[in-house]
């Protein structure tokens, strides 16, 4: 069944890209190791039976929130795309696949956790491929309840930007909790995942308005 899932969702994202330009990945097995199978490196790090509210904040065309939820049907998904077509595709997703307990916000990250019922809502934010770490957690830690986690997938320059992100963790209530290094088949980049608690409350001045943190980054 969840295969089944997969397959559809491979070939409605290929015929929808070539007419929106979702993705730049266009090969079905590209599409299988770098989008699907890279979404699902998260599932360890949820716990042994995957539950809770889970929010992925810059999905596109829905990475990595709808190969979790396709995964782990217990997970209640938001998903935030500020792109009308990627969002418009994710909700095409959701209702063909009749997946439950999903809701797509198209809105900018930063106006997500001003929004009645966001703030401090969810037990784990996610996001890939969005921005540098400084940038990213001030996205998601104000979305995540205390003791609530952000996991953000990275590239090769993960170490140095967790290095990076000290002033923003301290000032944003998070703490780094571990470096996970990931592997995937045929893939040569190195990719992990950054593991981080939050531990205190974000203050109610961040996120900042749309774009701030982008320009005035969080820097040590």
């Not at 990945?25 to 599932?43: E, N, Q, R, Y």
């Not at 938001?78 to 095409?92: I, P, Q, S």
């Not at 001003?114 to 037990?123: L, M, N, S």
């Not at 995942?193 to 943190?213: D, H, M, N, S």
């Amino acid at each position: 069944m969840q295969l089944d899932a997969f397959a559809w969702y491979l070939e409605e994202l290929l015929r929808w890209n070539a007419r929106h330009n979702l993705t730049a990945i266009v090969d079905p097995g590209g599409i299988a190791v770098k989008h699907f199978l890279d979404s699902l490196t998260l599932i360890p790090l949820l716990g042994a039976d995957p539950s809770g509210r889970l929010i992925d904040i810059g999905t596109g065309a829905g990475f990595p929130g709808l190969p979790l939820r396709i995964a782990c049907p217990a997970l209640r998904l938001t998903l935030v795309e500020a792109t009308g077509k990627k969002a418009d595709f994710c909700r095409h997703v959701v209702e063909g696949l009749g997946l439950k307990g999903v809701d797509i916000l198209h809105s900018r990250a930063e106006d997500v956790a001003r929004q009645p019922g966001q703030r401090e809502a969810y037990d784990v934010a996610v996001a890939r491929a969005v921005a540098s770490l400084p940038i990213l957690i001030e996205y998601l830690l104000p979305l995540v309840r205390l003791k609530g986690r952000v996991l953000a997938q990275k590239g090769e320059n993960a170490p140095a930007e967790v290095q990076q992100a000290s002033r923003a963790l301290e000032l944003l209530g998070g703490r780094l909790i571990q470096i996970h290094s990931v592997v995937l088949p045929g893939v040569a980049d190195a990719r992990y995942i950054v593991e981080i608690e939050k531990a205190a409350a974000t203050p109610p001045a961040y996120p900042r308005r749309p774009g701030l943190a982008a320009r005035r980054t969080l820097f040590p």
